[in-house]
């Protein structure tokens, strides 16, 4: 039985959002909060964007080293030859993900008339499905373990050259395909119908990538999955935390995994990837929040404050009564339902300013012991500078990675221009 899994694209995707972003530590956090909730795949950055370079190869050493594992970290670059060649040249990155536009609205508007959508004989202009085709190729003669094709604007090509371009990307290697609803154009029941045509006609994995432009991601990504199952192959989901993302943003994390696994339609199918851990989701959402600097709406699915709060007489009677009368699913699956405690007397923290003692005082509570002073000497000097880096105060989990590895804390915190 085909599965789904989820692809998450926060640090690719998420951190496009107009007017945010996150700091280099911040997208480790996320990739490692990934990993421990059980996520398949992250695409992690930008190889060919040089203040990228550290960082994704300072990731890439913790997946050598093991503490990034099982999770996949992928790139993602344009469907062009330089730019592969360049992610390479740069990172030790295996896994890719190479994009172009198929529509004939953005093949127009993008490309004006210097490339043309098929190849031609009557026609010197380059066409995408061989800037697509070459590209593939160039990663293939590199290394690339795995590499998935996106068709950027699929839900306004045309099905027949959608195929057409699937087919030819099939034939040059590609292990997967993302349909791209890249301004949420799509309904749940066209995107199930475009998306099961594709995957019978071409035979391999299909991504949906969905955006909620129409405030209809999640339920377009999880109609998308389904169709890509019951045509017969794997699905893989984009997501990002919170739902972040270009515009009005992606298909929400947290949410397009409990639609998978708790709605109607797949309660009972278990097509989901069994490692997903919900019980980390609390610690996720929560993390992204702080560190985009973007409140968690009250009613959000699953980890707003009001998800699991009743008011009116007959919903408190009947959530007291059974939980099941007024609640689909239970906060403690969320990791929800532990006290948070909020220090209102006095607070050391460790900012760029720290001296040893302050510092050593904050440690000793996360019960981090240093070997000796010239260890926790270099610790005080990374926590500066992550300060410095994030520009706010560090969360105890940042601080934790900072002692943990401070070799790898030290090429995330570095950009060169």
Same mark, same amino acid.
Not at 132 to 136: C, H, R, T, W, Y
């Given at each position: 039985m085909p599965k789904i899994h989820i692809l998450d694209v926060t640090n690719r995707d998420g951190v496009q959002t107009a007017k945010l972003g996150l700091a280099k530590l911040e997208k480790t956090m996320i990739n490692m909060y990934l990993n421990d909730m059980g996520i398949c795949q992250s695409e992690f950055g930008f190889p060919v964007t040089r203040h990228e370079t550290d960082y994704l190869n300072a990731n890439l050493e913790l997946v050598e080293m093991g503490v990034l594992k099982p999770i996949i970290l992928s790139g993602w670059c344009r469907a062009i030859v330089k730019d592969v060649e360049e992610s390479f040249r740069l990172t030790e990155v295996k896994h890719l993900n190479i994009s172009i536009s198929t529509s004939e609205q953005m093949t127009?508007?993008?490309?004006?008339?210097?490339?043309?959508?098929?190849? *031609? &004989?009557?026609? *010197?202009?380059?066409s995408i499905i061989k800037m =697509?085709?070459? !590209?593939?190729d160039r990663a293939k003669e590199l290394g690339v373990i795995t590499i998935g094709v996106n068709a950027e604007d699929a839900?306004? @090509?045309? =099905?027949?050259?959608?195929?057409?371009?699937?087919?030819?990307? /099939?034939?040059?290697?590609?292990?997967?395909?993302?349909?791209?609803d890249t301004l949420g154009y799509d309904d749940p029941f066209t995107i199930y119908e475009r998306v099961k045509k594709l995957a019978e006609a071409v035979k391999i994995p299909v991504e949906v990538h969905c955006h909620n432009d129409l405030g209809m991601a999640v339920a377009c990504s999880v109609a998308g999955a389904r169709a890509a199952i019951d045509a017969g192959v794997d699905a893989y989901v984009n997501t990002t935390v919170n739902? =972040?993302? +270009?515009? @009005?943003?992606?298909?929400?994390?947290?949410?397009?995994?409990?639609?998978?696994? /708790?709605?109607?339609?797949?309660? /009972?199918k278990n097509l989901l990837d069994k490692r997903i851990d919900l019980r980390k989701s609390w610690q996720i959402a929560k993390y992204a929040s702080y560190a985009f600097g973007v409140p968690i709406p009250i009613n959000q699915i699953a980890v707003g404050d009001n998800a699991f709060a009743h008011s009116s007489g007959i919903h408190a009677d009947g959530a007291l009564k059974d939980r099941r009368n007024y609640e689909l699913y239970d906060f403690e699956e969320l990791g929800r339902g532990e006290p948070e405690v909020v220090e209102t007397g006095r607070q050391i923290v460790a900012g760029e300013y720290s001296g040893i003692k302050g510092f050593?005082?904050?440690?000793? &509570?996360?019960?981090? +012991?240093? &070997?000796?002073? !010239?260890?926790? @000497?270099?610790?005080?000097?990374?926590?500066?500078?992550?300060?410095?880096?994030?520009?706010?105060?560090? @969360?105890?989990? +940042?601080?934790?990675?900072? !002692?943990?590895?401070? +070799?790898?804390?030290? /090429?995330? =915190?570095t950009v060169t221009p």
């Open positions: 127009r508007g993008k490309f004006g008339g210097r490339v043309v959508r098929r190849p *031609s &004989k009557s026609s *010197s202009k380059p =697509m085709a070459d !590209a593939l839900s306004r @090509t045309d =099905m027949k050259y959608l195929i057409e371009f699937s087919l030819d990307a /099939k034939e040059h290697g590609a292990d997967r395909i993302r349909y791209c739902g =972040m993302g +270009e515009r @009005t943003g992606n298909c929400d994390l947290v949410s397009g995994i409990l639609a998978l696994r /708790k709605s109607s339609g797949f309660e /009972k050593r005082n904050v440690y000793d &509570k996360l019960e981090i +012991e240093f &070997k000796d002073d !010239a260890e926790a @000497t270099e610790v005080l000097e990374l926590v500066r500078f992550a300060n410095v880096h994030t520009q706010k105060p560090l @969360t105890q989990g +940042e601080l934790k990675f900072i !002692a943990k590895y401070p +070799e790898q804390a030290r /090429k995330i =915190m």
